[in-house]
């Protein structure tokens, strides 16, 4: 397992190289993350790897063209590196709604069984460049006419269903950018996980920043929102302010009176909160404000930077293997020894895992306190 996780950081810190462009053709350009990357299926474990960055471009790691059975062998310095495998193409993005709106515009696959949406693809931060997430590419896809701006909750139901139908997808995603309300997102997530789970069961996670009213953590939970995620980012306070100058305006410790709350909703280890390394946070202050987040209850999935074309940080480098070592094992144990797991998340990111190695090692972290 240990190899498992070094191969998946190094993989998704230098990005890897398609030989064939028709392998890489269901990956995935522009819009809310992940983005610019391709399924890929390791060891047994499905994870997203950049292979439109131009770290990728640059990449050791060059990937033949698979077989007919999908698979295909990965080459660093060309030498052999792993083989793997690439999860089909879903069923569900050929068909269209009655009004003749694609499904893929409403929803995407990711990994290889989570339906994932951004309910709203506007935001008040991106509409400001004093204001906007540097590393945030949401208009992108609605830009180029790959997705629409608001996806009904009768939409996203209907997709919905026909993703479990056709792809046996196990849970969702519904993120959404922040509208200019005080529940931040929370309402419209509200009304569509009440009409998703109306018409299909289906868990669920919904992301948003922290509502300014804790009573949306309730709401949210009882419109069928199973799991909960309000990502920090970033994390040190001058970090937030070079790279997220608006969000930063949300401070810290709302964040943490906020997960404080959706912890006594949703429960522990069912609040997640998405970190990314490789912006400017030291490893030291990463951990630091994992072991707070754990100690009450807060999944911090602390994943590696990836620069999307685009935006303001295309060209800021990802984060490299050691600085994810540095961070990920120490922090897999932390979870651990909390009493959480990503097996145990209902829905969302964590549960998922493919942005990050934090499960391959969280599991050896497992085995070392059996062993112990």
């Known amino acids: 397992m240990p190899d498992t996780g070094a191969l998946i950081t190094d993989l998704q810190t230098r990005g890897m190289r398609m030989i064939d462009p028709r392998a890489g053709a269901d990956s995935r350009r522009g819009g809310a993350g992940p983005t610019d990357h391709k399924a890929v299926t390791i060891d047994g474990m499905t994870v997203m790897i950049p ?13 033949d063209a698979p077989n007919e059975e999908g698979r295909a062998t990965v080459r660093k310095d060309g030498a052999f590196f792993a083989e793997v495998s690439f999860p089909k193409r879903a069923s569900f993005l050929d068909l269209a709604t009655a009004d003749g709106i694609p499904y893929g515009h409403i929803a995407q ?3 290889k069984d989570v339906l994932a949406t951004t309910v709203l693809q506007t935001c008040i931060r991106y509409e400001s460049r004093k204001k906007t997430c540097k590393f945030c590419a949401i208009g992108q896809s609605l830009a180029a006419g790959r997705t629409i701006a608001h ?22 995603v519904m993120t959404t950018g922040t509208p200019a309300g005080k529940d931040r997102g929370a309402k419209v997530l509200a009304e569509s996980a009440a009409a998703i789970r109306a018409a299909v069961d289906l868990p669920l996670q919904g992301q948003c920043e922290p509502p300014e009213d804790d009573a949306w953590h309730q ?10 995620g309000m990502h920090l980012e ?4 001058e ?3 070079r790279i997220m100058p608006g969000k930063a305006q949300v401070p810290l410790e ?4 906020s997960f404080a709350a959706a912890v006594e909703v949703f429960g522990w280890g069912q609040v997640s909160t998405y970190i990314l390394a490789g912006l400017g946070d030291t490893a030291e202050a990463i951990l ?6 754990t100690a009450m209850g807060v999944y911090p999935f602390v994943v590696p930077f990836v620069p999307v074309s685009g935006t303001p940080l295309e060209s800021h480098p990802a984060p490299t293997a050691a600085f994810m070592h540095s961070v990920l094992p120490p922090l897999a144990r932390m979870i651990r020894e909390n009493g959480m797991s990503s097996g145990d998340i209902k829905a969302g990111c964590g549960r998922c895992g493919a942005c990050s190695a934090l499960s391959a090692f969280e599991k050896f972290a497992s085995k070392e306190r059996v062993v112990a």
């Open 151 to 172: 996806k009904s909750p009768q939409q996203l139901a209907e997709v919905a269903a026909a993703a479990v139908r056709l792809d046996g997808v196990k849970h969702m």
């Open 234 to 237: 970033v994390v040190t306070p």
């Open 254 to 257: 709302k964040y943490f009176d």
């Open 239 to 241: 970090v937030r302010e």
């Open 288 to 293: 630091d404000i994992s072991e707070r987040l």
């Open 51 to 63: 292979v439109h960055t131009h770290a990728a471009f640059d990449s050791p790691y060059i990937v």
């Open 219 to 228: 709401r949210m939970k009882d419109a069928g929102i199973d799991s909960l």
């Open 109 to 111: 696959l990711h990994a």
